[in-house]
């Protein structure tokens, strides 16, 4: 079956440090987000991609983030320059887009930013 | 801004139990709602998808309904499982264009064997 996968697991990364977070959505899906989840709280909405733009956006994707799709296959997440507030775990997703719109989660990426 | 809100938060029944999730949301205006599973450290499983002009969804021994004017979803788990046990999360997107997830804080089940 399908699915959504996502690279790394767990990343490490100083203050200051850039990230990229790397996601392939599944092959016939048409519509990309990204969510976090800090630990203990709501999974939150950050961004959402369709056609090679941005759809909508959330306010803690702020100009420290950007996505891009760079291949056929892969999304990213790039954090510019991480504080301590963005250790959390990182969900990519998708959907088909379409009536249905289910939306698909990777298993996520763990940052923690030290 | 939609608020979305589960109780209980955290539910521990015996196996064979049937049980009831709750899910409420502030803004009736949605295109569809649909339940998670999450496994500590693990991500989303996508358990259920109703749409807005839909009662309710099935899937094996999970049935989603949903009653969009009064801002309600319950998630029925039949004949309950140790397996079961994790959190189950809620989530609603807006209509139109935008297809962003707004989430509960999900509710934590333990079924104990």
């Known amino acids: 079956e399908p699915e959504v996968t996502q690279t790394p697991s767990h990343q490490v990364t100083q203050m200051g440090q850039e990230v990229i977070l790397r996601c392939v959505p599944i092959s016939n899906h048409l519509y990309f987000y990204w969510y976090r989840q800090i630990l203990g709280q709501k999974v939150e909405f950050l961004v959402s991609f369709y056609n090679n733009e941005i759809s909508e956006k959330s306010e803690i994707f702020d100009d420290q983030f950007s996505v891009e799709r760079p291949d056929g296959s892969n999304f990213t997440l790039k954090i510019r320059s991480t504080k301590l507030e963005d250790s959390a775990m990182y969900f990519c997703a998708s959907s088909e887009g379409g009536g249905l719109d289910e939306q698909f989660f990777g298993p996520g990426t763990r940052l923690t930013v030290l | 801004k939609q608020e979305v809100t589960q109780i209980p938060a955290a539910l521990s029944v015996p196996e064979g139990e049937n049980l009831v999730l709750n899910c409420s949301f502030t803004?009736?205006?949605?295109?569809?709602l649909q339940w998670f599973r999450q496994d500590p450290g693990k991500g989303l499983t996508s358990l259920l998808l109703i749409q807005s002009s839909q009662r309710e969804q099935t899937s094996g021994r999970l049935n989603a309904s949903l009653d969009k004017s009064s801002g309600r979803s319950t998630l029925y788990i039949a004949a309950s499982q140790p397996g079961d046990s994790a959190t189950y999360l809620c989530?609603?997107?807006?209509?139109?264009?935008?297809?962003?997830?707004?989430f509960g804080s999900g509710t934590q089940l333990t079924v104990l064997p």
């Open positions: 803004d009736s205006a949605i295109y569809n």
């Open positions: 989530a609603v997107t807006p209509p139109g264009s935008a297809r962003q997830l707004t």
